[in-house]
């Protein structure tokens, strides 16, 4: 059992700002005065209804980020733009976890997306409510809420291996525990990668299985927790997922 300090969530979800941008979750209505923006929510875009204002916020995203760093095929750019959301996922919910003790209701429905910001990705909540924040609840806000439907519709739209996919999800909450260095967020991402669907994504000192296509892009290397130890010059025959 992990133990947290446990006080209110507040409406603004101040006590995450020190933590650094990929931490931070915007709340609509809250007391700074933010009023809805005209934005997608998680709900749209895994349920592929597209929006008033970006169409299809899933591809144009994936352009946005292909444009950006100049990628060579739209696959590599989905797989950078899903572990960028998994990481502001995963932040917000050990953030919270580690700083109040409560996880807010991160419903995709509730969760607000500008597919056309920069990184770390823009997130609005409609409203905070309070949920446990043990790691069975995060396990089905985040990877059974978000993640799961995120990865059934890259691995159709953008044919991205299962693998890659979930080996992006396991990176970047890895990352997020990185840096927080908090004992109990570590010790909820223990168990959050002992769920089926992380299990065995990383070894045991926490190098990744699979290779997110980081090394494809112009200028890119290997990450920190790579498989691959140098930029291979071909991508191996099921090496990325």
Not at 22 to 35: E, H, K, N, Y
Not at 173 to 179: D, K, T
Request: glycine share 10%; net charge positive; aromatic share 6%.
């Amino acid at each position: 059992m992990v133990l947290l300090l446990v006080v209110d969530l507040d409406p603004d979800l101040a006590a995450l700002r020190p933590l650094g941008a990929f931490f931070v979750l915007r709340t609509i209505g809250g007391p700074v005065g933010a009023s809805s923006p005209a934005l997608p929510t998680l709900a749209q875009v895994y349920e592929n209804q597209p929006s008033d204002v970006y169409g299809n916020a899933l591809t144009f995203r994936v352009r946005k980020v292909s444009g950006a760093l100049g990628a060579p095929e739209p696959r590599i750019a989905a797989s950078i733009a899903q572990l960028g959301l998994a990481a502001r996922l995963w932040s917000v919910a050990l953030g919270c976890a580690a700083r109040y003790g409560h996880l807010p209701d991160l419903d995709p429905h509730r969760l607000r997306w500008d597919p056309d910001a920069s990184a770390p990705d823009d997130l609005w909540l409609d409203a905070v409510a309070p949920l446990p924040a043990d790691a069975a609840t995060i396990a089905r806000v985040v990877l059974h809420g978000h993640l799961e439907p995120l990865t059934a519709m890259l691995r159709t739209d953008y044919r991205l291996a299962t693998g890659l996919l979930w080996g992006n999800a396991a990176s970047a909450l890895a990352g997020a525990v990185r840096q927080l260095g908090h004992h109990g967020a570590r010790a909820l991402a223990s168990e959050l990668l002992a769920h089926p669907l992380l299990a065995g994504t990383l070894d045991a000192v926490g190098r990744r299985r699979s290779c997110c296509l980081y090394y494809r892009l112009p200028g890119g290397g290997v990450c920190g927790d790579c498989c691959f130890t140098r930029a291979p010059r071909s991508s191996p025959r099921g090496a990325s997922g």
